[in-house]
């Protein structure tokens, strides 16, 4: 069973760039396609973005798109999400989730579609 671990995240200002990161431990992290979800206070959990277990493909949630990139090093069983320009509604724990999965290029989006999740790590944007 694999464990995830985030961190990077912290308090920056508005505009502002961050990177957080995924440590996966247990697994294999090139059998899993890989996501980052974030849940801001009083709200839902929802997606930011996705990678393949290959990492040729990604998906992103509009509200990131163009501002947020997702990588991962499979030689070192961690994924990135490198936050640039980042807003004070992007204020939330962000979850690291991966997707045992068999496609090589499939990229996840539900929540539901994720078998492993971190503990998460804060992000907090003052304006």
């Known amino acids: 069973q694999v464990q995830l671990v985030e961190s990077g995240g912290g308090l920056v200002q508005a505009g502002d760039s961050l990177r957080l990161s995924c440590a996966a431990s247990?697994?294999?992290?090139?059998?899993?396609?890989m996501a980052w979800f974030r849940q801001a206070p009083g709200k839902e959990r929802e997606f930011v973005a996705a990678?393949?277990?290959?990492?040729?493909?990604?998906g992103y949630a509009d509200s990131v798109k163009g501002r947020f990139t997702i990588s991962r090093d499979n030689a070192k069983n961690t994924v990135y999400l490198q936050m640039s320009m980042v807003k004070p509604e992007d204020t939330a724990v962000y979850y690291c989730?991966?997707?045992?999965?068999?496609?090589?290029?499939?990229?996840?989006?539900?929540?539901?579609?994720?078998?492993?999740w971190g503990k998460g790590t804060l992000v907090t944007v003052s304006s």
């Open positions: 990678i393949s277990r290959r990492g040729t493909d990604t």
């Open positions: 247990g697994g294999t992290l090139s059998f899993y396609a």
């Open positions: 989730a991966g997707d045992l999965q068999v496609s090589m290029l499939y990229t996840p989006r539900t929540s539901g579609e994720m078998d492993y």
